[in-house]
C-alpha cells in the first residue's frame, strides 16, 4: 500500500512539474498573440502595452501576429481541431488575424512603430501537452 501511494505522489509530482513548464509559455502565447478586440491600427498601442519585444531584449519584434478570437477557439487546435503541419500544428480552419510589421528597424521599446494587415488564415503554432506555446505563422489556404 504504501508503494502504491509513493508511485501516485511521484505520478503526481511529474504532472505537476511538466504542466508548471507548460503554463507560462503558454499564458505568455496568449499574452502575445491573443486578442479578440485587437484592429490593425492598434499594433503599436497594444504591442507597447503588452511589452512584447524579440526575447529578453528591449529591441523591437520584427513582425507579431493577433489572432482575433478566443483561449477557447485557439486552444482546441492542439487537438481536433488542428492537423500535423511539419513539427506544428495547423488549424483546420480560418483565423481573422493581425500581423504587425515594424517600420523603424532601429527602435527600441516602448518606440516600437508597426503596420498593421488584417487577413484571415489558417495558421500553424507549436503545442506542449495540448496547449499552444509558439505562433509560427498564417498560411494562405485554397479550398479545392
Same mark, same amino acid.
Given at each position: 500500500m504504501r ?17 508548471a513548464?507548460?503554463?507560462? !509559455?503558454?499564458?505568455?502565447? #496568449? @499574452?502575445q &498573440? #491573443? %486578442? ?6 492598434r499594433?503599436? @498601442?497594444?504591442?507597447? %502595452? ?5 526575447? *529578453?531584449?528591449?529591441?523591437?519584434? @520584427? ?5 482575433l478570437?478566443?483561449?477557447?477557439l485557439?486552444k /482546441? ?5 488542428g ?11 480560418p483565423?481573422?488575424?493581425i ?8 527602435? !527600441? &521599446? /516602448? =518606440? ?5 494587415? +488584417? !487577413?484571415?488564415? !489558417?495558421? +500553424?503554432i ?5 496547449? /499552444?506555446? &509558439?505562433? *509560427?505563422?498564417?498560411?494562405? &489556404?485554397?479550398? =479545392?
Amino acid at each position: 500500500m504504501r508503494i502504491l501511494f509513493a508511485c501516485l505522489l511521484l505520478l503526481s509530482a511529474t504532472v505537476l512539474c511538466q504542466d508548471a513548464n507548460v503554463l507560462p !509559455r503558454y499564458r505568455k502565447f #496568449i @499574452e502575445q &498573440h #491573443i %486578442n479578440g478586440q485587437m484592429s490593425a491600427n492598434r499594433c503599436d @498601442e497594444v504591442i507597447r %502595452n503588452r511589452r512584447i519585444t524579440k526575447t *529578453d531584449s528591449n529591441e523591437c519584434k @520584427e513582425t507579431n501576429t493577433f489572432i482575433l478570437a478566443t483561449t477557447n477557439l485557439v486552444k /482546441p487546435i492542439c487537438g481536433q481541431a488542428g492537423e500535423p503541419f511539419g513539427d506544428m500544428t495547423k488549424s483546420l480552419q480560418p483565423f481573422s488575424i493581425i500581423v504587425c510589421k515594424l517600420k523603424n528597424q532601429q527602435g !527600441r &521599446h /516602448p =518606440n516600437c512603430q508597426y503596420r498593421g494587415q +488584417a !487577413r484571415t488564415r !489558417r495558421i +500553424a503554432i507549436k503545442c506542449d501537452q495540448g496547449f /499552444p506555446v &509558439h505562433f *509560427d505563422r498564417d498560411i494562405i &489556404h485554397f479550398d =479545392n
